[in-house]
């Protein structure tokens, strides 16, 4: 299905000015975009001066009555810089007037616009001392809502879909009723209702939206995409979320089969070195933990059958395999000391694929407990499963996962003696107890 363009096409007057100047300032050769970098790039020097002056009450004039793209979006990308500045991002965000003015930004249809006001939004709930504020203020006003579905779901801006991702994604995490109330405006339509009604206005539901902004930033953009799939496990976090995702088929179809192939065919795949895994290792753990959540929620799908599994249970040893690679010391002691200097760097990485290992092990554990004898037969004879993997398996599901490792090793007895006898003569443990 081809998107909605982003922004609406101009009028017939606007569209005659870009053709005759361009970006271009007036009859000069100098962009207006390159002029608004640099204006953009001063502010960080003269925020205070601009403030000590009350810049912020003039730029609101502006945009309050202002219909130039350009010049809105230099108010707001200057307010945005300025607000950088802690103590200038308290009285912007103390401003009600103010801060009325610039969330009616997101209602406009100028994506640089848009990006600026979202940059600013964003740098503001990033402050703790007033994030709060901003989160009160977005609630009372539900357009704010359908604005940001729209751009999500239509635009086709990369750097404005990035930005407003981030958004989202902090304002769930900063506020779960706010989520929830997200989660219950785009519930779905009762039946009895007619056609005609239903149509009359559009009903945007968050994880449409949030999957197709995904689909539009995977292939430009891996932080972007990150942030969505952050964004969806925020979102199986409360029970209301997964059953957005899960209680309409089509929805919950497009989310699992979205997520699969992402992992089966695009992220650690098996021609890449295990250190890709730094790059993925965050977006990874969010997209495990959404299709454990889907795969757990019990829904009646066709998109959950057993026969979906073992390409997922290859990407997950393959992951794990990886994340073990990753977790190795070096051996040379002068390598040991160079790496004690970035101690702090390694304990974040070290906890983050403790994450995804520890969010990897719970999905494949889930998984082997529905697989079959006809299943596990089918994995031997495509090299999905084989000593190798089913080594890697075991590793890391024991010991929290033992009852799921010995009924697997039970029905692999059943297919392939020979394997089950080399794997519990590597894990005597399984040996004793089977």
């Not at 953009?40 to 601009?50: H, N, R, Y």
Request: hydrophobic share 40%.
């Amino acid at each position: 299905m081809d998107r909605n363009p982003s922004p609406p096409p101009p009028s017939r007057d606007e569209d005659e000015e870009v053709v005759a100047g361009g970006d271009c300032i007036g009859s000069t050769v100098y962009s207006k975009h390159w002029l608004f970098g640099v204006l953009s790039g001063l502010i960080q020097d003269v925020a205070l001066f601009l403030q000590e002056f009350n810049a912020p009450d003039i730029f609101m004039g502006v945009l309050a009555k202002s219909k130039c793209p350009r010049l809105r979006e230099i108010c707001v990308g200057i307010l945005g810089n300025m607000a950088c500045f802690q103590e200038i991002c308290v009285s912007i965000s103390s401003d009600k007037n103010l801060g009325q003015v610039l969330l009616h930004c997101l209602y406009d249809s100028d994506p640089p616009t848009l990006l600026e006001t979202s940059r600013l939004l964003l740098t503001c709930i990033s402050q703790t001392e007033v994030a709060n504020v901003w989160v009160e203020r977005i609630r009372e006003h539900p357009a704010i809502y359908d604005s940001i579905c729209f751009i999500m779901s239509s635009s086709t801006n990369v750097d404005l879909l990035v930005k407003v991702g981030e958004v989202v994604d902090k304002l769930f995490d900063l506020d779960e009723k706010l989520m929830l109330e997200w989660i219950g405006n785009g519930a779905v339509q009762p039946l009895d209702q007619p056609q005609e009604e239903s149509e009359e206005q559009q009903v945007f539901r968050i994880v449409p939206c949030v999957l197709e902004a995904a689909k539009q930033v995977r292939s430009e953009n891996l932080e972007g995409l990150d942030v969505y799939m952050h964004i969806l496990q925020l979102l199986t976090t409360v029970d209301d979320g997964i059953q957005a995702i899960v209680q309409c088929p089509d929805t919950g179809k497009d989310t699992w089969n979205l997520l699969c192939d992402l992992v089966c065919h695009e992220f650690c795949q098996p021609d890449d070195p295990p250190i890709i895994l730094q790059e993925q290792k965050t977006v990874l753990a969010s997209i495990f933990s959404v299709l454990s959540a889907i795969y757990g929620s019990q829904a009646e799908q066709e998109y959950l059958k057993i026969e979906n599994d073992l390409p997922l249970i290859d990407s997950l040893i393959r992951v794990l395999q990886n994340v073990e690679q990753c977790q190795k010391k070096p051996e040379n002691s002068a390598e040991s000391n160079a790496e004690e200097t970035k101690k702090s760097d390694l304990t974040q990485h070290d906890f983050h694929l403790k994450i995804l290992k520890d969010i990897s092990c719970e999905f494949l554990s889930n998984i082997f407990q529905v697989l079959t004898k006809d299943m596990v037969a089918k994995g031997l004879k495509e090299g999905l499963l084989n000593k190798q993997k089913c080594c890697c398996a075991f590793q890391n599901l024991l010991p929290f996962y033992s009852p799921v490792v010995e009924d697997f090793l039970k029905i692999l007895h059943e297919v392939d003696k020979t394997l089950a006898g080399n794997l519990e003569e590597s894990f005597p443990s399984l040996k004793v107890q089977t």
